[in-house]
């Protein structure tokens, strides 16, 4: 400690240019030599000073103390950091404490994506809706009764979050559930996860494994087929199950009308998904 004290002392004042004023104030007060304690956020010694009575703390010798160890996880997803020295006094004139001001720093997760459920294995697995928030408090100075003077502000950082899988065929290659976790930036711990599932053959009542206009044509006949005798017709399962394109739970019109659209739709577009369609409609 005693080196690295000199080493600063002496690059403060070489580097700030007053050597003369420092020899005088050496020489001049010789025997008045005074304790600096920078304290950590414990109120432990952090760094010691020992300085000529009148010698000036300026921003170099500050910025000469290394406090890259003035940081610390206070949880997984808040960290406390140095900002600047609190009680530096112009002249050294006695044994003084300095105290250190922080930024603390805290992610959270305030709202989980929307999309739950996947329909094409060809989706990426969307983000939209998803809000992750840093919320920053900076301590600014500190009261004469020891409490902190704050502020705080919030940034989205939701753009910038990961999850550990991009795609619908990454997410679903062992099961039809799969788990999404969501990483802050640079971060090795998941702020949140939630389930997503994959629900297969929709739109595919004829279940050969191509959406065409005869799955359309057979919600269709299905829905003739009831209009004409609701009160006894049941409707077929596999068109129940697969054809009811709006998930209200019963066969109609617009089912075979929804059907019908998104196959148009992907016929002029190969890359269009169920779970596009879905989004818009
Ligand atoms: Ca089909
Ligand atoms: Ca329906």
Same mark, same amino acid.
């Given at each position: 400690m005693i080196k690295s004290v000199i080493s600063v002392m002496t690059a403060a004042v070489i580097g700030s240019g007053t050597i003369q004023l420092t020899a005088s104030s050496l020489s001049a007060t010789a025997n008045a030599l005074y304790t600096v304690r920078f304290l950590d956020f414990d109120g432990n010694t952090f760094y010691t000073l020992s300085v000529p009575a009148g010698q000036r703390i300026d921003s170099k010798i500050l910025s000469s103390? $290394?406090?890259? *160890?003035l940081s610390r996880q206070l949880d997984t997803h808040t960290q406390q950091r140095f900002s600047s020295w609190w009680g @530096? +006094? $112009? %002249? @050294?004139d006695s044994d003084v404490y300095v105290k250190p001001l922080s930024i603390i720093g805290t992610i959270s997760l305030e709202k989980l994506p929307d999309?739950?459920? %996947? !329909?094409?294995?060809?989706s990426d697995i969307s983000k939209a809706g998803l809000v992750v928030n840093i919320t920053l408090e900076t301590q600014t100075g500190i009261n004469a009764d020891g409490s902190y003077i704050t502020k705080k502000e919030y940034v989205d950082i939701s753009s910038t979050c990961t999850l550990n899988c991009s795609t619908a065929k990454d997410a679903f290659k062992s099961d039809n559930k799969a788990t999404v976790k969501i990483y802050p930036i640079?971060?090795?711990? +998941?702020?949140g996860n939630y389930e997503i599932s994959y629900i297969e053959g929709i739109a595919d009542v004829d279940n050969d494994d191509i959406i065409t206009g005869s799955d359309a044509t057979l919600v269709l006949r299905e829905y003739t087929l009831l209009s004409s005798d609701p009160d006894n017709y049941k409707v077929d399962e596999s068109v129940l199950k697969f054809g009811d394109? $709006? !998930? $209200? *739970?019963v066969i109609t019109g617009s089912d075979a009308t929804l059907l019908l659209r998104y196959y148009t739709l992907k016929s002029s577009d190969s890359e269009y998904t169920l779970d596009m369609f879905f989004d818009e409609n």
């Amino acid at each position: 400690m005693i080196k690295s004290v000199i080493s600063v002392m002496t690059a403060a004042v070489i580097g700030s240019g007053t050597i003369q004023l420092t020899a005088s104030s050496l020489s001049a007060t010789a025997n008045a030599l005074y304790t600096v304690r920078f304290l950590d956020f414990d109120g432990n010694t952090f760094y010691t000073l020992s300085v000529p009575a009148g010698q000036r703390i300026d921003s170099k010798i500050l910025s000469s103390i $290394d406090t890259s *160890g003035l940081s610390r996880q206070l949880d997984t997803h808040t960290q406390q950091r140095f900002s600047s020295w609190w009680g @530096v +006094p $112009d %002249y @050294v004139d006695s044994d003084v404490y300095v105290k250190p001001l922080s930024i603390i720093g805290t992610i959270s997760l305030e709202k989980l994506p929307d999309k739950k459920q %996947y !329909f094409s294995l060809e989706s990426d697995i969307s983000k939209a809706g998803l809000v992750v928030n840093i919320t920053l408090e900076t301590q600014t100075g500190i009261n004469a009764d020891g409490s902190y003077i704050t502020k705080k502000e919030y940034v989205d950082i939701s753009s910038t979050c990961t999850l550990n899988c991009s795609t619908a065929k990454d997410a679903f290659k062992s099961d039809n559930k799969a788990t999404v976790k969501i990483y802050p930036i640079n971060s090795a711990h +998941p702020i949140g996860n939630y389930e997503i599932s994959y629900i297969e053959g929709i739109a595919d009542v004829d279940n050969d494994d191509i959406i065409t206009g005869s799955d359309a044509t057979l919600v269709l006949r299905e829905y003739t087929l009831l209009s004409s005798d609701p009160d006894n017709y049941k409707v077929d399962e596999s068109v129940l199950k697969f054809g009811d394109m $709006d !998930f $209200d *739970g019963v066969i109609t019109g617009s089912d075979a009308t929804l059907l019908l659209r998104y196959y148009t739709l992907k016929s002029s577009d190969s890359e269009y998904t169920l779970d596009m369609f879905f989004d818009e409609n």
